[in-house]
């Protein structure tokens, strides 16, 4: 009698894991997408900071004076330079397939919210420059989809990835004219 008790119980066991097991995951695929983005924009924002920690916090020499917007190709990197040369903001973006060539541009367009040209709805896109036909400016993905892997090599896209949080900081700060000065 001693084993067949042993067998309910495990029996048991296994069916209250099981149904805890299925009753889990229906929640996670009924839970709303704001959580999803929370818990992904909050990991994004660990790797931003383990991204930013070594950080300079001034812009590199060359990039100009004054109030601008500077971009570091070689290591994918963003001021916001106020007047006077005080960083408003430092941060780093996932760069395009398209990159700018060196120097000093204005922005040019911005749009609150469009599709990109990787097929991903972005927000805050600030445009500043065209290379090869293709439109370059900064923008962040509405998905939180920054600092992936690079995108597709085939595609010819013009979009900087940011944050939503340096998105908005970008959208803020650089306004139609403000200078972009792009560096190696």
């Not at 009924?30 to 920690?53: G, I, N």
């Amino acid at each position: 009698m001693a084993g067949n008790s042993s067998a309910i119980v495990a029996g048991l066991t296994a069916a209250a894991l099981l149904t805890v097991g299925v009753l889990g995951y229906q929640a996670s695929a009924k839970a709303p997408a704001a959580a999803h983005t929370a818990r992904t924009d909050t990991a994004r924002t660990a790797l931003q900071a383990d991204r930013d920690k070594d950080s300079p916090g001034a812009p590199p020499e060359g990039s100009g004076q004054g109030s601008r917007v500077v971009y570091a190709l070689g290591v994918d990197r963003v001021w916001l330079v106020e007047e006077g040369g005080k960083v408003r903001r430092t941060f780093s973006v996932d760069p395009s397939t398209v990159d700018p060539e060196p120097g000093t541009y204005r922005v040019t367009s911005r749009s609150k919210s469009i599709m990109g040209s990787d097929g991903i709805p972005v927000e805050n896109v600030v445009r500043f420059a065209i290379n090869d036909g293709t439109a370059i400016g900064f923008s962040a993905a509405v998905d939180g989809s920054a600092l992936t892997p690079a995108p597709d090599p085939e595609l010819h896209t013009g979009g900087i990835r940011e944050t939503r949080a340096d998105g908005e900081a970008m959208w803020r700060f650089a306004t139609i004219g403000r200078k972009v000065v792009v560096v190696r």
